[in-house]
């Protein structure tokens, strides 16, 4: 088969490797027939994540359908459209059990294996352990341009920036970043009554397409964003902080956004070490979250999808085939200037 292999810092390529076959009895087989990119794909390639290794498949999120089952496998059968979410789970360990199969014991200590310790998505297959309790079966009435982003996006703004943020009926929010994961907490923070949610981003058109998400007000980011924010509030801060970017300055921004008592929501992924001020901030009651997604809302998410209360087929806004991989990269690394949100990968 054909497939994305990382080689290093700055080094990938769209080469043949051998089809993957079942390995365990809870494993399956799926053909890909939808695929995306992640900002997360992107701090792989620059080497920001030491743990990939050269020959590795990338990518950690698809739609496809099963080819073939291991003999453990009861709840899917070859034929079955699913969903292939970032996180795999073996569903008994303890992290599991607890509703945190981020760091499911059983997979290596850490959910997310996909393009990480095992080979990805960005493939023509790939093999997916524990099916049983890590896939989710498509119902027809879900189009794939939907469907692939709750397999990580739209969970990772959901549970890392909503639901850990706390936001309640009447939270003011700011969500700082309005790439596709800040897009998706603004899609979300709906579902909470959030009273005014405000994108705050240096793109004129990633504004533009938070308005379109549900942002109540857009902030461009400039010397005085903080104030801005600030100001459409009722001078203090907002409710709930939301940073979906990943660098020191970005969550410096978003701690500075907050009223006494509220919650800092960190999403980003983060390259290298931030310093915040603390000296400051301990005595405004702040609370700091962060964590990597359990995609635990996935079968809320898929409901509201289903019924088009969740346009998450919003976020796709370029789509490219397998032989168009790099261009796919490019364009997502180069979001800004291409005007792009999240790429759709289809085989042809």
Sequence with gaps: MKALVYHGPGSKSWEDVPDPEIQDPTDVVVRVETTTTCGTDLHILHG???????????????????????????????????????????????YCSRGMPSHCQTVGGIGWI?????????????????????????????????????????????????????VRPGSTVAVVGAGAVGLAAVLTTGLWGASQVIAVDTNKFRLEKALEFGATDTVEVGPGSVDDVRALTDGAGVDVAIEAVGYPETLRTACAMVRPGGTVANVGVHGVPVELPMQDMWIQNLVLTMGLVDTVSIPTLLKMVASGRIPAEKMGTHSFTFGQMDEAYDVFANAADNQALKVIITPN
């Design 48 to 94: 920001d994540v030491p743990a990939v290794t050269d020959g590795r498949i990338l990518g950690h999120e698809a739609v496809g359908r099963v080819t073939a089952i291991g003999d453990a496998v009861r709840g899917f059968a070859v034929g079955d459209r699913v969903l292939v979410p970032a996180i795999t789970k073996c569903g008994r360990c303890e």
């Design 114 to 166: 996909f393009g990480h310790l095992i080979d990805g998505t960005q493939a023509e297959l790939v093999r997916v352990p524990y099916a049983d309790t890590s896939l989710y079966r498509l119902p027809d009435g879900i189009r794939d341009e939907q469907a692939i982003f709750l397999a990580d996006s739209l969970p990772t703004g959901y549970e890392v920036g909503v639901l850990a943020g706390n």
